[in-house]
């Protein structure tokens, strides 16, 4: 892995992944050589050599964004046959960070889909620096919500991601399955696939999507398959008998 460039809040690294983005059916990027780039803490963006990306289907919008680390950025409408996405892609010509200034951002939601090598992903590239860890454990879970007991389990399983609270993925038959109410949410994760969720009524007050469960996790992520989770930020945690302060993260 190549040594990570960070200046001011922007964190760049070569990527070693073939990746694609696909818009309308089209291929409106594919190279060999991304660059990853860290705009915010918690996940990177990839941006594009502009020779990787198709120029005849980009026409500038005429849109500037400012951002005070990076410079401003000249805004580019994604056009297909098929389909048309105002300011979908960027580019910093004059940026500080000189590594920025030939390269191409398309917007992650905008386009349809993404590819690593052959491998589709969703919600934003994954990031070589975080790893996802799920062990069998024997430790004594409680979930509490306004003073109920809704989950209370013997035989968790452990997620460990970067950055992220221990999560405590449960049996299902350790829920209290008659307090959950089931919501139309989903949510994906690019380490283990898509969630849906339920809602936790108790005492009246319903707390939304206070539950979330894979069912078709990604293959490296198969151990938690039909387990549900808690937030943690949002529920009280009783571990091995201890109640567990509330971590503060993104999801607070």
Known sequence: MTEPKARGRVRIEEGHKRVRAYLGGEV?????????????????????PAADVRAELLSESGTVNHSPS????????????????????????????EELRGLIKLDWPAMDAWFEEDERVHVHPRDPYTRVDILASSRHVEVIIDGVTVADSRQPRLLFETGLPTRYYLPL????????????????????????YWSVEVDGTLHEDAVWTYQSPLPESQKVIGLACFYNEHVDIVL?????????????
């Open 240 to 252: 091995d008998g201890e109640l567990q302060e509330r971590p503060r993260s993104h999801f607070s």
């Open 173 to 196: 038959t350790d829920v209290r399955m008659d307090l959950l109410r089931p919501s139309s949410t989903v949510s994906h994760c690019p380490y283990k696939g898509q969630a849906s």
């Open 70 to 97: 990076r410079g401003d950025a000249t805004g580019f409408t994604v056009s297909t046959p098929r389909v048309v996405a105002a300011d979908a892609a960027w580019q910093y010509r004059d940026s500080p960070f």
């Open 28 to 48: 409106v990027a594919d190279t060999l050589h991304p660059k990853l780039v860290w705009e915010i803490p918690y996940f990177p963006t990839y941006f594009f």
